[in-house]
C-alpha cells in the first residue's frame, strides 16, 4: 500500500520517466545473456543528443534508474549504465558510457560501468568512488 501511495504523489512526468527506466532495465539486464554488448552499446546511443543537461534531468534520471534497479532486484550496473544512456539520449542529452576495471580484495579483478554526462556522473558511483577504476576502450569489448 505504501508504494502505491509513493506511486501516487509522484508528477505524472515522473511516472512516466519511472515507468521507462523500469522498462528499460529490466530489458537490458535480459538482453545482456542474448544479444552482443556492442549491438546493445549502440541501441543505448542511438539516441543520443548534443544538449548540455540541467542538472535537474541528470539527477532525475538517476532518480529513475536507481529506483528501477532496486524494484527489480538483481539488476547489475551495466544493464543500469545502458539504461541512463537511452533515457538521456531520449531527453537530448549528450552522455558517454564507461567501463573500468580495478583490483579488489586478495588481487581479484573487479569491472563497473558507469553513465557521464558533461563531467557529472549520472548513474554508477561518485568521482571519488569511480577514481579507481581504469577505463576500457569499449570499442574493444565484445563480451
Known amino acids: 500500500m505504501a508504494?502505491?501511495?509513493?506511486?501516487?504523489?509522484?508528477?505524472?512526468?515522473?511516472?512516466w520517466l519511472l515507468l521507462r527506466a523500469l522498462v528499460?532495465?529490466?530489458?537490458?539486464?535480459a538482453a545482456l545473456l542474448l544479444v552482443p554488448f556492442q549491438r546493445?552499446?549502440?541501441?543505448?546511443?542511438?539516441?543520443?543528443?548534443?544538449?548540455?543537461?540541467?542538472?535537474?534531468?541528470?539527477?532525475?534520471?538517476?532518480?529513475a534508474i536507481a529506483v528501477a534497479a532496486d524494484l527489480g532486484r538483481g539488476s547489475t550496473c551495466l544493464p543500469q549504465a545502458l539504461a541512463a544512456?537511452?533515457?538521456l539520449g531520449w531527453q537530448g542529452c549528450a552522455?558517454?558510457?564507461?567501463?573500468?576495471v580495478a583490483r579488489g580484495l586478495?588481487?581479484?579483478i573487479e569491472a563497473h560501468a558507469w553513465v557521464e554526462s558533461h563531467g557529472?556522473?549520472?548513474?554508477?558511483?561518485t568521482p571519488e568512488s569511480l577514481a579507481r577504476y581504469s577505463r576500457l576502450p569499449l570499442e574493444r569489448i565484445s563480451a
Not at 543528443?49 to 538517476?62: C, D, E, F, K, V
Not at 552522455?95 to 573500468?100: Q, T, V
Request: proline share 3%.
Open 3 to 15: 508504494a502505491l501511495r509513493k506511486w501516487r504523489a509522484l508528477a505524472p512526468a515522473e511516472r
Open 24 to 29: 528499460l532495465v529490466a530489458g537490458f539486464r
Open 40 to 63: 546493445l552499446r549502440r541501441l543505448a546511443e542511438h539516441r543520443a543528443g548534443t544538449l548540455s543537461p540541467q542538472a535537474n534531468a541528470l539527477a532525475r534520471t538517476g532518480w
Open 85 to 87: 544512456q537511452a533515457l
Open 95 to 100: 552522455s558517454s558510457l564507461h567501463i573500468g
Open 106 to 108: 586478495g588481487g581479484r
Open 120 to 125: 557529472t556522473v549520472v548513474v554508477g558511483g
